[in-house]
């Protein structure tokens, strides 16, 4: 019964990559293709589509934090044309499988970076305002109300640290996060983490805010 | 290769300025391993702020523009760090008073030393040391009896809020547990090392004849030694009866066998793999 639930589920799961895939990359591949990888990846077909799901999401990542703009649909044609290549090849078992995903991934990557330096002229405007001699935003401006009503969400100590954190600039920066991570009886990677969470909730919370008064 | 180093690496991967080899390892570790993404966030963030700091080089600044700087999030979170740093900056001056004072107490217990130095004197310092460190022994053993460390506090400041209502916990690695599930172990519950998210989140069945508004303590045991402390968790009602929910960060989650043990006696058993 379960064996049948999850095969079931892995049609399903297969149409529904497929008709993802056709959606919105360059490579197109078939019914073939797809059982083809699957079945390089893994011999067993539910092992095969966990893979798969893992390999994607290591794929989306490693677009997005090349810069890249839409990582989804890169992850999803690295994958494409890996599957299509497939056809073609015989592997040795010495063939790395993560290491073959990568070396179409940074081809694919930088074909992209051609559409990128388009933005790139676009973001180099945007930013001229962050440059360090101009005053960033005016006390009682959107951005500072909503700071202070999301920073309030969170306990006193919390935004405590936070604000402690980002009050020193360039050459104290360092010596002071130590001291602060000493303070709170953590080491400096802990509290890097602990930051980067809180400062994620912040962000959140900003954007909405700053979304909602914009509407 | 130290932390510096390795953080230097990843701007470079981030700028597009690192060697084919470096590319090619970090890459791969991105693909691979889901713990190096906060390691890769980190870079992120520190990036933008030596952006912020006008700490990088007219050459990385033209990488950071036509690398870096191209994805909306990016520019979001490049907003946000900078009106996070300016509001800081502005309004934690209590820091630098703090700093101050500081800074004045330490040319106090400088003269204090001078003064106390003279043999005349000496009695009276060794009998001011004894106080001092009296004390200290007083308020860390008798006057914090929550006995938690930093951690664990910051951890029952999370585990005190409305877990109901705390959005963010959708997203956390999800296991329930019934008391004396450690006694049989085929029925052992498992939790994948490799696939828990940073904090997890423990719903624990309790008796249906708890008061609603009991606090319990907890404590993690692993090999017989406790490794993480909980206190003052509150009882949530739910569709089969009532249970404690707690958060506990994946850190002290290492592979092996674990004991939930509650200060009403209960005790619930898993296994990390």
């Known amino acids: ?215 | 290769m130290d932390k510096r180093g390795e953080n230097a690496k990843l701007k470079q991967f981030l700028l597009g300025s690192s060697s084919e080899p470096d590319s090619e390892e970090i890459g791969v570790r991105i693909i691979t391993d889901r713990n190096f993404d906060e390691k890769m966030s980190f870079a992120e963030e520190e990036l933008i702020e030596d952006f912020l700091d006008d700490a990088l080089t007219a050459e990385e600044k033209e990488l950071f523009y036509a690398n870096f700087l191209t994805t909306p999030e990016r520019i979001e979170l490049l907003e946000e760090t900078a009106l996070l740093r300016e509001y800081a900056q502005t309004n934690f001056t209590k820091t630098s008073e703090n700093l101050t004072e500081e800074k004045k107490s330490g040319s106090f217990f400088e003269s204090l030393r001078l003064f106390l130095s003279s043999n005349l004197l000496r009695p009276i310092a060794a009998v001011l040391i004894i106080l001092v460190i009296g004390a200290v022994v007083w308020r860390v053993a008798v006057y914090d009896a929550s006995g938690l460390s930093q951690i664990e506090k910051d951890y029952a400041a999370l585990n005190a809020r409305d877990l109901n209502n705390a959005p963010e916990i959708a997203n956390l690695t999800n296991q329930s547990l019934a008391a004396g599930t450690f006694r049989d172990t085929d029925s052992t519950a498992k939790l994948n090392g490799a696939n828990l998210t940073e904090n997890v989140l423990f719903r624990l069945a309790l008796p249906p004849e708890t008061p609603k508004d009991r606090l319990f303590n907890l404590e993690l045991v692993k090999g017989g030694q406790t490794v993480f402390k909980q206190t003052g968790l509150r009882v949530y009602q739910n569709q089969n009866g009532q249970e404690l929910k707690v958060i506990l960060p994946k850190t002290v989650l290492s592979k092996g066998s674990y004991q939930i043990k509650l200060s009403s006696g209960g005790s619930y058993g898993f296994a990390v793999e």
Not at chain 1, 60 to 87: H, Q
Not at chain 1, 91 to 103: A, R
Not at chain 1, 123 to 147: A, H, R, W, Y
Request: net charge positive; charged share 35%.
């Open chain 1, 1 to 215: 019964m379960q064996i049948e639930q999850n095969g079931i589920i892995l049609v399903v799961l297969k149409r529904k990559l497929l008709q993802i895939n056709r959606m919105r990359t360059k490579t197109e591949i078939t019914q073939e293709d797809l059982v083809r990888l699957l079945g390089w990846l893994a011999p067993d077909e539910e092992e095969a589509a966990h893979k798969y799901e893992e390999i994607r999401k290591g794929l989306i990542k490693f677009f997005y934090f090349r810069g890249c703009t839409d990582s989804e649909t890169l992850a999803d044609e690295t994958i494409n044309r890996v599957s299509v290549k497939l056809a073609g090849i015989e592997f040795d078992g010495n063939v790395k499988q993560i290491t073959y995903f990568y070396s179409f991934a940074s081809r694919i990557y930088l074909e992209d970076l051609t559409e990128r330096k388009k933005i790139a002229a676009k973001s180099k405007q945007i930013v001229s305002k962050f440059e360090k001699k101009d005053k960033l935003e005016k006390t009682n401006s959107p951005g500072t109300v909503c700071l202070e009503k999301c920073l309030a969400k969170h306990p006193p100590q919390e935004r405590q640290i936070l604000l402690k954190y980002y009050s020193f600039g360039k050459n104290e920066k360092t010596a002071m996060r130590k001291n602060l991570a000493e303070e709170q009886g953590i080491n400096i990677e802990y509290l890097h983490t602990k930051i980067s969470r809180l400062r994620k909730t912040v962000g959140d919370c900003l954007r909405k805010c700053l979304n909602d008064i914009k509407l």
